[in-house]
């Protein structure tokens, strides 16, 4: 009479065992403060191609170059360069010019594009980076218990999510801006300034409101 007890009880406590393995395997395994996705950043570059004439380029070329910009929506963090076989420096300035209109320079590094660059003519490339956060949101370890007091996998999901949106370069989360000690002076003093003034007007409209009333 009591095998029948014994094969349940068995059975019962296998279950249990099972269901315990199971809810171990979905628990938070990262036991340090960093969070498991980090911002990616992608580069991407695209180009066009131009006749050049000794004296730089064509008016229907910079037309062009021009029309290309604006439909690309040329915008900070964007590098353009360009690659001239014949290196004249009319070319780089009327090019030059162009990006001026966005606030950009022309950058010295030229990307790998496919092909070579036939003489007569003068490549314009823009490369640009994107940053994003791949698998966020992450739930993939949603057990109640937490033995191992570790982190979620979501955890950090919102703030680099955030940060890779917001940020105006995506290259600066690969590598800052360099400063020099003249930059940092220069920005501090602005803000202090800025500050000086701020409380300079608040002071000045407080007084003229107290000298109102009486």
Do not use: H
């Amino acid at each position: 009479m009591s095998f029948p007890m014994n094969r349940s009880l068995s059975s019962a406590l296998a279950l249990s065992l099972s269901l315990g393995v199971v809810a171990c395997g979905g628990m938070p395994s990262n036991r340090s403060v960093y969070s498991l996705n980090q911002p990616v950043v992608e580069r991407s570059s695209v180009a066009l191609d131009v006749t050049t004439t000794p004296g730089g380029l064509p008016a229907d070329e910079e037309r062009r170059i021009a029309a290309w910009f604006e439909a690309m929506d040329l915008r900070f963090g964007d590098r353009v360069t360009v690659s001239d076989p014949l290196d004249r420096s009319e070319t780089r300035a009327a090019v030059a010019g162009l990006a001026g209109r966005y606030g950009l320079l022309l950058s010295d590094s030229d990307p790998i594009t496919a092909g070579e660059v036939a003489p007569g003519q003068a490549r314009v490339t823009i490369m640009r980076s994107r940053a994003s956060v791949p698998n966020c949101p992450n739930w993939s370890e949603s057990s109640d218990a937490n033995l191992n007091n570790g982190l979620t996998p979501n955890y950090g999901c919102a703030n680099n999510s955030n940060l890779a949106a917001m940020i105006a370069n995506p290259e600066d989360l690969i590598k800052g801006q360099k400063g020099s000690p003249d930059t940092y002076i220069s920005t501090s003093n602005a803000s202090i300034d800025a500050y000086k003034s701020s409380i300079g007007n608040k002071a000045g409209a407080v007084g003229a409101t107290s000298a109102g009333g009486n």
